[in-house]
């Protein structure tokens, strides 16, 4: 119902190995590497001459080891003589490294691949989406083989061994997607719950049953990051306002909430955390809490116990909690609807029987109750002294 991160990518093959691809100890060798040419006084570029001034800086720092008084003269003569012949192959070296060569992922089709890979689909969109789209293709073409079992990994390799083999061939598509995708952190955050859950949970109310929480088992919301963001940092924030319910109907319809949102810069996100019971009395468990807006769409989602398991039907009522991260955007966000799916093994009289030898009987039968809060409006539980934060103080 769910997309599931680890599964979806393991799922699409190449496209869920891109840590194989990458291995950690590359990039890390990779940034040895720039650090070393960073603390060298010659400017050279980090392409092709970056080898030729790594293998020159290592012949003056490692090559001389004779006595001060004998090699002081010939180390000075050795090294113009080295410097002069290394700063001709560093010339001829960059001269040739300025031939421009045709990227061969410049001009991919507009279309994409179907896939399930969540983190595919998640980059595809948004304004990482054209360095994403390399990284793929990328990828895809430099496919590593299926490891048999009882071979080696070579991706195990120490960093000891990384000097001696070449950077991998995404990486030059890799660190520029990166680099995007690190300056809109918050944006990404609500694409991959937009992306992952809005369906699931779409087609998870439709097919379930709706209750209230019995008291003392709603879910409790720690609002104090909210309440110092409109004291301390943005005092004079408003409600934002609401389109008419028309026009809402038609945006909901044309785009996703994120897509409203200004791109030119990550949007401002304030983190709430929530706490939901993983049980219900009646032997309910946890499938999975989630907070929608005003709108119904997702700003929040935590997984609880897979269905299967209350299937079994041994789930004892206990006193543990789920923690949900619930991410406000103060420009756009007016209230927050908690909600939470348990799953019950369904009642002997629900259960379908066999009708034939054949039929197996339906012993795993499960159903599903939705849970849901009233609306917490911001601008009330922003305000430390309304009736609501009060009340819930003196619970």
Request: hydrophobic content about 30%; charged content about 25%; some cysteine.
């Amino acid at each position: 119902m769910f997309r599931s991160i680890a599964a979806s990518t393991n799922q699409n093959g190449s496209l869920g190995r891109i840590a194989a691809i990458v291995p950690t100890f590359r990039l890390r060798h990779t940034l040895h590497q720039v650090r070393t040419l960073g603390r060298h006084s010659m400017t050279v570029s980090l392409s092709t001459c970056s080898s030729t001034n790594h293998y020159s800086h290592q012949q003056h720092d490692g090559s001389f080891g004779w006595s001060p008084i004998i090699g002081l003269g010939l180390m000075a003569a050795v090294a113009a003589a080295t410097t002069s012949t290394t700063s001709t192959m560093m010339r001829g070296r960059c001269d040739a490294a300025e031939e421009v060569v045709e990227d061969p992922y410049d001009n991919l089709p507009e279309k994409d691949e179907p896939t399930q890979c969540s983190i595919c689909l998640t980059y595809r969109q948004g304004p990482c989406r054209p360095y994403w789209r390399k990284v793929e293709a990328c990828t895809k073409d430099n496919e590593l083989p299926e490891r048999k079992e009882g071979e080696k990994d070579d991706t195990d390799d120490d960093d000891d061994n990384a000097e001696n083999n070449p950077d991998p061939p995404c990486l030059k598509y890799m660190m520029p997607w990166i680099d995007c995708a690190s300056g809109y952190r918050n944006l990404y955050a609500l694409i991959e719950m937009d992306t992952n859950y809005t369906e699931g949970i779409q087609d998870l109310e439709s097919t379930s049953k709706g209750f209230c929480w019995a008291p003392g088992k709603e879910p409790k919301v720690d609002w104090q990051p909210w309440q110092d963001y409109v004291e301390l940092l943005n005092p004079e924030w408003k409600v934002p306002r609401s389109s008419p319910k028309n026009d809402q109907q038609e945006q909901q319809q044309r785009q996703h909430f994120w897509k409203s949102l200004d791109h030119s810069e990550d949007p401002e996100i304030v983190q709430v955390e929530a706490t939901v019971a993983t049980t219900m009395v009646g032997g309910g468990v946890l499938e999975c809490a989630y907070a929608v807006d005003q709108n119904g769409d997702v700003i929040g989602f935590a997984y609880g116990t897979k269905p299967s398991e209350a299937a079994k039907g041994e789930t004892k009522e206990t006193s543990e909690m789920t923690t949900m991260t619930i991410r406000l955007v103060p420009s756009r966000t007016r209230q927050v609807v908690l909600a939470a799916a348990y799953t019950y093994a369904a009642d002997d009289s629900k259960k379908k029987k066999p009708t034939t030898s054949s039929e197996k009987s339906d012993d795993d039968a499960v159903e599903s109750h939705v849970y849901k809060s009233r609306p917490f409006h911001l601008d009330m539980v922003a305000d430390r002294k309304s009736k609501i934060n009060i009340a819930r103080g003196a619970a």
